[in-house]
């Protein structure tokens, strides 16, 4: 199976060998696991790639439901996803990303941002729609005191853990593919800031078992950043349409506004007013005073950060444009050339050739020999 289109051999297992096919390779070994579901002595060993562990059965009025657990076991599984992930990367910029670049005529600037925007366009939509789906199935938005009653919220549904262990995935993924892509110095130091919050962000929640807020916020942020990014794609395409920049301007701090609440009356007032606030571990109950405050100052410190680098763009990309227009103002009229004099000579012009008053010719005649 390949990608890409390549006119171009490189040496086996080298740098840019592995750069050009970390797709298919990618591709082979995630087969290799499939293949292994074939054979009952390996049918085990790859079900840990592929399944999320830890089930435990829980009775219910119904009868039995399947929760799951969290432990070592799922990096196994987050590392097969990484190679989905990164196969998917490979298949949405060569069918629909390199095919559009190319009737933009994009500079090199811009075709990086706009293969970054590109990614995560479709990436957001898949993971708000999910991120929806499992928040409504499972009631956290008709009752929002589910987000901090009945914690530690140790047992996960099915759809939830294996929610949290792709979007693991898909941020682990996009390490390695900063070096893939070949992305400009210039620009890793910014991914990798929100690579490592989003991350860090998405493991807490999972590891402290607040994951019934963790969704919701997600779903909250994953909004945004989908504005965003489809604003982005729609400059790159049109770089007089700016509709969609003033809609996500309108809508990014009502997000953090929205972040901001939800986590303090959740972690700040709910979970504060649980019995069970013991440090424990083993029952994966984290529910402590210093807990809760270091949880609130990190949810805090990124929504102050997020909203000081968007008060910083929003200002700078007002004084470049008013920069702009005062610069057009200034610009004077263009100076009226001066008619030029034209020294006509004394008659009339008839056929290119200068007549004199009386219909003469100014010729001198030649005159003839005798």
């Known amino acids: 199976m390949a990608f890409r289109r390549r006119t171009k051999s490189y040496p086996l297992f080298s740098q840019e060998f592995v750069i050009h096919n970390h797709a298919d390779i990618g591709f082979c070994l995630v087969l290799c696991v499939l293949i292994g579901l074939m054979f009952e002595v390996t049918a085990k060993t790859a079900f840990l790639f592929i399944l999320p562990q830890y089930n435990v059965s829980m009775p219910t009025a119904d009868g039995e439901t399947v929760h799951y657990r969290y432990g070592p076991k799922d990096l196994v599984t987050v590392l097969f996803y990484i190679f989905i992930a990164v196969i998917l990367h490979a298949v949405v910029q060569e069918y629909i990303l390199d095919k559009i670049s190319k009737r933009l005529h994009l500079s090199k600037v811009k075709h990086s941002k706009f293969n970054e925007s590109g990614q995560l366009v479709v990436f957001h939509l898949s993971s708000v729609i999910w991120c929806f789906y499992v928040v409504v199935t499972e009631g956290y938005l008709t009752n929002p005191r589910s987000l901090w009653e009945d914690y530690p919220h140790v047992y996960l549904p099915f759809q939830v853990k294996f929610f949290y262990l ?19 110095k210039e620009e890793i130091p910014r991914q990798l800031q929100y690579i490592c919050l989003y991350l860090v962000h998405i493991a807490g929640a999972y590891l402290l078992n607040l994951s019934r807020l963790g969704l919701v916020l997600l779903l909250l942020q994953y909004s945004t950043e989908f504005l965003f990014h489809a604003a982005r794609l729609c400059h790159f395409a049109d770089e007089n349409n700016e509709k969609l920049f003033s809609a996500w301007a309108a809508v990014f701090g009502v997000t953090r506004l929205f972040i901001l609440t939800l986590a303090v009356l959740a972690i700040g007032f709910g979970l504060a007013r649980v019995e069970n606030q013991a440090f424990d571990p083993e029952k994966g109950n984290f529910n402590t005073l210093l807990c809760r405050l270091c949880v609130l100052l990190l949810v805090c410190a990124a929504q102050a950060w997020l909203m000081w680098r968007f008060i910083h763009s929003q200002l700078r990309h007002w004084r470049e444009y008013w920069s702009e227009q005062s610069a057009k103002r200034r610009v004077p009229a263009a100076p009226r050339l001066a008619a030029r004099l034209i020294k006509r000579e004394s ?19 030649k005159l003839k020999s005798p």
């Open 347 to 365: 008659g009339y012009h008839e056929n290119g050739v200068v007549k004199a008053e009386n219909g003469a010719s100014t010729r001198t005649k």
């Open 166 to 184: 792709c979007q693991l995935a898909y941020w682990l993924h996009a390490l390695p593919e900063l070096y893939f892509q070949k992305v400009r």
